[in-house]
């Protein structure tokens, strides 16, 4: 099955710094990847994702990165801001029945002020 | 607006017992998902269902089981609770599609088994 590791588990920025998350997969037929941020006691939620056939999308102050050979893709926050500390799931999923993600382990974002 | 509830935030159980989590979306969405939270091993895939009655096991569903009879619920039953299932429960739903879409999430059940 799909393996997605996540790096770094926790990361610390000062604001206005930028922020960088990596996550890797192993499948191939993977072809869905999106990001998801979770705030301190609230539900995960979809930020931003990228389709296979896109190398890059971006919406505002965030950005993905899609490399299909490496099979590696990343989350950029530019101009990080307080209310971007969360922790933030990388997933990978493909066409098949469900449209089932696997997730990385998290990383913990924390912006100091 | 999508909205996906839990039957419960926190529930404590004690060892052995039946214990039922109930998920329900009104989105008329075809999958639905159940999965495990624990610090560093973020979201693990117990259980989803892609129509009623139908299931397919995750990536952990030793020790659990689940029933989708109607599409809009779907529960998760754990048959003899144990202290190795403490964790946060998080119930998904999503529209049917292809190339991925986009799950969205219940508030979560803590549950801690005593």
């Known amino acids: 099955g799909e393996n997605v590791e996540q790096h770094p588990s926790t990361l610390s920025v000062q604001e206005g710094d930028s922020a960088v998350i990596k996550c890797t997969y192993s499948?191939?037929?993977?072809?869905?990847f999106p990001w998801y941020k979770q705030e301190l006691g609230k539900r995960p939620q979809l930020i931003i994702d990228?389709?296979?056939?896109?190398g890059e999308k971006k919406d505002q102050r965030i950005a993905v990165t899609l490399n299909k050979t490496a099979k590696h893709f990343s989350l950029h926050i530019t101009e990080t801001q307080p209310e971007d500390s969360a922790v933030y799931f990388c997933?990978?999923?493909?066409?098949?029945?469900?449209?089932?993600?696997?997730f990385g382990g998290g990383t913990r974002l924390m912006v100091k002020p | 607006d999508v909205k996906v509830t839990q039957s419960s935030r926190y529930l404590v159980k004690r060892t052995g017992e039946k214990v039922f989590l109930e998920c329900v979306q009104d989105?008329?969405?075809?999958?639905m998902f159940w999965y495990r939270q624990d610090p560093g091993l973020g979201l693990r895939l117990i259980y989803f269902?892609?129509?009623?009655?139908?299931?397919e096991k995750g990536d952990i569903p030793e020790g659990y089981s689940v029933s989708r009879e109607k599409k809009e619920r779907f529960s998760l039953i754990l048959e003899s609770a144990s202290t190795n299932q403490t964790s946060m429960y998080l119930c998904?739903?999503?529209?049917?599609?292809?190339?991925?879409?986009?799950?969205?999430f219940g508030p979560g059940t803590r549950l801690t088994v005593t």
């Open positions: 998904a739903s999503s529209p049917l599609g292809q190339g991925g879409n986009e799950q969205y």
């Open positions: 499948d191939s037929a993977s072809n869905y």
């Open positions: 990228i389709r296979s056939n896109v």
């Open positions: 997933a990978a999923g493909t066409n098949n029945a469900g449209n089932m993600l696997t």
């Open positions: 989105m008329d969405h075809e999958n």
């Open positions: 269902s892609y129509d009623v009655k139908m299931k």
